[in-house]
């Protein structure tokens, strides 16, 4: 999820969709929050771990 949110927003940069750029965004905290909940322990979604 954190390689397709920093793929989206290099894709929005470049190609200027505004749209990418945000998705891209929501993509790339998501996925750094649950890495950071699956890295201290905590199930996510039922899984010990994110990966």
Do not use: E
């Amino acid at each position: 999820m954190i390689t397709l949110g920093v793929l989206l927003l290099i894709l929005g940069f470049l190609f200027d969709i505004g749209i990418l750029w945000t998705l891209g965004i929501i993509l790339l905290v998501v996925g750094v929050i649950l890495f950071i909940l699956g890295s201290i322990g905590r199930a996510v979604g039922g899984r010990p771990h994110y990966w």
